[in-house]
């Protein structure tokens, strides 16, 4: 690596702060950290900060449980169609780590079996491999890993031996990562030799899956649509030819699983309109009024939750991929290295991430079809060991579907 275009790079950033140890370290190390400079777009960092608007924010219309099953059999058809056509790919959104779980490794590692190991992979997996059965073909699963997990992921699959998935249609890639800054704007060091980065936030998965080629892969074998859903949800249905067929058919340009929501005050994002797009209003950002208000045909106005499960067509990523999505700007703790080589784990909040995410990129779309799930048999998320949304609650969920624990 050349250390005087690195050197030029920093300098015309102003961040030279990031070779103040660089006499210290190893060839090795050196060329590493020379690496990680070179691979950051310090644009990014300098970039504007997406500042939400108010907008005009109105329902959605969604397509629910009874207007699905009134054409379910002319969904599921259309839908294995396109499915067999190979139009269809499923990526897994698994950069996250176990540890709030109790395990040092990928979340999806978590063994949820209590007779047997069951594996939030595992589960997934079977999942998709339903519809495999049903379509008579194997779907592209992609796998996006973080820089922390990624080996990790790799190696867990390859030792299961991809949970019986043809492993010809699974390919892994690193989501891109952001680095990790104090509040005006200067890199940190997480060592010496090592720049502190984390995930550019989930609606980076798209411009990640392109840089590492599997977009022009999956396009080569006839996919068009792609259904995006997140790790942590044990009930997952993937690529489910209902869902598939609905959207295609709605001419829309994305499809949103949803939920009817438990309570008015359940938190959960929720879908709607903002200023005539789709989008997704967090619960923190709905108005008590906005909470309780009624529809015209007595249930709540904003009453359907996301559960990260969506099904985009693939042009139109391409076309918000080629503009700039909203730069969200988060208040973190971040260790780092102090200027006398100390590490610093803060206890406050001390510095910036830089990420997108994906619910810009459903309001960067023209339209959106909601489609309401039923939540006990497709939303069972783990965010904790114990209580509401937890190992205890999907292994109980698990259970009740007919899965053997």
């Known amino acids: 690596m050349d250390y005087s275009r690195i050197k030029e790079k920093l300098e015309k950033y102003d961040q030279l702060q990031l070779l103040r140890f660089y006499e210290e370290l190893s060839e090795e190390e050196k060329e590493i950290l020379l690496t990680e400079i070179d691979n950051i777009d310090f644009d990014l960092i300098n970039g504007e900060e997406f500042i939400a608007t108010d907008g005009d924010i109105t329902p959605i219309e969604v397509m629910t449980l009874n207007e699905i099953a009134k054409s379910e059999e002319e969904f599921r058809s259309y839908g294995i169609e396109a499915i067999q056509n190979h139009k269809v790919a499923a990526v897994l959104l698994a950069g996250g780590q176990g540890t709030r779980l109790g395990i040092d490794g990928p979340k999806g590692a978590l063994n949820v079996g209590l007779t047997k190991e069951l594996y939030i992979f595992q589960c997934l997996v079977q999942n998709l491999m339903k519809v495999k059965e049903e379509a008579g073909t194997w779907l592209p699963l992609l796998i996006m890993t973080s820089d922390k997990n990624d080996k990790e992921t790799r190696d ?31 890199v940190y060091l997480e060592e010496k030799g090592h720049i502190s980065l984390s995930p550019n936030g989930n609606g980076g998965w798209f411009v990640s899956m392109q840089k590492a080629g599997l977009l022009e892969k999956v396009k080569a074998m006839g996919v068009e649509w792609i259904n995006i859903f997140a790790v942590d949800n044990v009930l997952q249905q993937i690529a489910d030819p209902v869902f598939v067929g609905a959207t295609l058919k709605s001419g829309q340009p994305i499809g949103a699983k949803v939920i009817r929501k438990a309570a008015p005050e359940e938190k959960v994002g929720v879908l709607c309109l903002k200023n005539g797009h789709p989008s997704i209003v967090e619960y923190y950002d709905l108005t008590e009024d906005m909470m309780v208000e009624k529809a015209d ?41 102090d200027d006398d080589g100390n590490y610093v784990k803060p206890e406050e909040p ?41 190992l205890d609650s999907a292994r109980e969920m698990l259970s009740n579907n007919g899965v053997e624990l």
């Open 156 to 186: 867990f699959f390859e030792a299961h031996d991809y949970f019986g998935y043809n492993r010809e249609y699974v390919n892994f890639f690193v989501q891109e990562m952001a680095p990790a800054t104090d509040r005006n704007g200067k």
């Open 297 to 337: 045909n007595g249930e709540l106005a904003y009453n359907f939750g996301v559960i990260l499960n969506y099904l985009f067509k693939v042009k139109d990523l391409e076309t918000i991929a080629n503009q700039q999505l909203p730069l969200h700007i988060v208040n973190k703790k971040v260790p780092y290295i």
């Open 350 to 390: 001390n510095g910036h991430k830089y990420e997108n995410l994906v619910l810009d990129m459903i309001e960067m779309m023209s339209g959106c079809l909601g489609y309401e799930v039923v939540r006990e048999k497709e939303f069972a998320p783990i965010k904790n060991m114990h209580g509401v949304d937890s």
